[in-house]
């Protein structure tokens, strides 16, 4: 590969390690959306839900927190 007096290397040998470098960089810093993923917002119904089914809230404070949430 690199011997005594042999540049090559520093020829397109290094400029396709600096393309491969600038490549794994561009695909592991860009944000993807990984198919399948389950991980969403919860929404504030969704976290109201979550409470009266965890028994947090009753079923009274759950009916009036709904109607409040579905006015807005």
Not at 13 to 26: E, P, Q, R, T
Not at 32 to 55: F, H, M, N
């Amino acid at each position: 590969m690199f011997h005594d007096g042999d540049y090559s290397f520093w020829g397109m040998h290094m400029l396709w390690w600096v393309i491969w470098l600038i490549f794994m960089i561009w695909i592991f810093a860009t944000p993807w959306k990984i198919p399948g993923d389950k991980r969403k917002k919860d929404t504030p119904l969704d976290i109201l839900q979550k409470r009266y089914a965890a028994g947090e809230i009753n079923k009274e404070e759950y009916e009036d927190r709904k109607k409040t949430l579905e006015q807005s």
